[in-house]
């Protein structure tokens, strides 16, 4: 029993015996060990063992530690000669976006020694002792733009963004449009069956989906017109659709491939087997629609934006457009290889005296005069 009185006796020495911090305020001069011992008294004039009082008293003294002390007061911002603000009580100087309570750490930050020229890192007191020793680095955002700039930046970024939308919108129409081409290829071998007529309206409508005018073969319900030549009709939409994709996909081939598709599309529809040359050129355009989708996703996620230059095996210096031009012009891009391109020539040339029969030629465009069952009689550009 004494022995335990002993240890608890000593335990209490230790902390009462122990250095301990002040309190802050007008009771701030009063020690922690004071207010522990004022706390194991009261609980023993309450009839309590003053060593079983001492956990509740520790307690009591932390509460009233933190009751005693004042909370921290705003302090006080002045504005110094060099237009810099400072911490009036310390003339620590206010760093941008942080608020410090006076008790906290002052950390260090960079500045210029305006002797030496050298950027050295400093203490907010190293600074308040000899302003003129140091000149604090502000640190400027990535990008700066003043107004002008704002709005032309807002206006390219939307162009930017507009310009890869339409780029992935059109491979996700091409890949659409695949399957499309063996519809017009299966139509042009099976043009004289009793199917003719349900499949060239099929067609009619994969060309007005392309926003291609098809209403000289369709009626206002979506019907297809009487006395319709499927035959005539299936060549001029096979023209039209043709044109309008290599158009739409000229930024994406060759010139030399461009023109050579734009001459002989006319003539190649002339025949089943070359609306299947023209077909083929058709699903070439589509592939190649997604193929530059493709390119347009990797750039973006090398450089940032398509307006951004980078190296590329055409030039140091190159935005998107400016790759692909070369891109495309390079001769292992090419759609088709060599043999595609002559039978090409070959089935083009075979059918054009077909095509100058059935068309007529003004100031370089062809037109073509159907007529349909009831005799009316339609010219059409080629």
Partial sequence: MIDNLRKRYEQLQGLLNTPMNQGGGLLGNIPQGALLGSAIFGQGIQGKDPF??????????AQLQQFLTPK??????????????????????????????????????????????????????MYASNPELYQPIEK???????????????????????KFGNIQSKAIQAQENLTQFDLIDNLSQNIDTGFAGDLLLDVAKFGKRMNINTDWITNPNGTLKSGIPAAESLQVLGV??????????????????????????????MSPEGITVLNNINRGLARRDIEVAGLAAEWENNYGKLNNTAETPYGKKQTFDQFINSWKEDPINKLFNDEFYKNLENTSNKNQSELNETTTEVNGIRYKVITFGDGQKLVLKF
Avoid at 76 to 105: H, S
Avoid at 151 to 157: A, D, I, L, N, S
């Fill in 72 to 125: 921290e007061k705003e302090r006080k911002i002045i504005t110094g000669a060099d237009g810099f603000q400072y911490y009036a009580d310390t003339g620590e100087r206010v760093l941008p976006g942080v608020k410090k309570p006076a008790n906290e750490i002052k950390k260090p930050f960079e500045a210029k020694n305006v002797q030496t020229g050298q950027n050295v890192f400093i203490t907010p007191d």
């Fill in 140 to 162: 400027s955002p990535l990008v700066t733009m003043d107004k002008g700039e704002t709005k032309y930046e807002e206006v390219r970024g939307k162009q930017e963004a507009d």
């Fill in 52 to 61: 079983s009082a001492l956990l509740p008293a520790v307690s009591q003294t």
């Fill in 240 to 269: 039209q659709i043709a044109l309008d994709k290599i158009q739409k996909t000229k930024g994406s081939i060759s010139d030399t491939e461009f023109k050579t598709f734009l001459n002989t599309s006319p003539a190649l529809s």
